[in-house]
Nanobody
Framework: AHLVESGGGLVQSGGSLRLTCAGS????????MTWHRQAPDKAREWVAT???????FYTDSVKGRFTASRDDAKNELYLQMDNLQFEDTAVYYC???????WGQGTQVTVSS
């Protein structure tokens, strides 16, 4: 089983990016999927959860700006990030929470 993130990049403050987490070897809709991020010299922090039934949960700092979604046909999870701020700069990871399986991460850099 694998997870591969993509979609990171460099964006100006106020801009948007959409991250993709592609799963293989298991069905994303059967498990709890989470997004996390790790900024330089900081611990990895939880960002969002996408439950099998479609419920979503977000850390306070991204509520109203980030939206998690899933495409079951593609077996992919997404994180739409709008109104990005400098503090959002980090490596973003998706995780199969049930299996404690992580992707390799994708870098998001927001210029102020």
């Amino acid at each position: 089983a694998h997870l591969v993130e993509s979609g990171g990049g460099l964006v100006q403050s106020g801009g948007s990016l959409r991250l993709t987490c592609a799963g293989s070897g298991f069905t994303l809709s059967d498990v709890i999927m989470t997004w996390h991020r790790q900024a330089p010299d900081k611990a990895r922090e939880w960002v969002a959860t996408f439950a099998p039934g479609g419920a979503t949960f977000y850390t306070d700092s991204v509520k109203g700006r980030f939206t998690a979604s899933r495409d079951d046909a593609k077996n992919e999870l997404y994180l739409q990030m709008d109104n990005l701020q400098f503090e959002d700069t980090a490596v973003y990871y998706c995780q199969n929470f049930d299996a404690k399986l992580w992707g390799q991460g994708t870098q998001v850099t927001v210029s102020s």
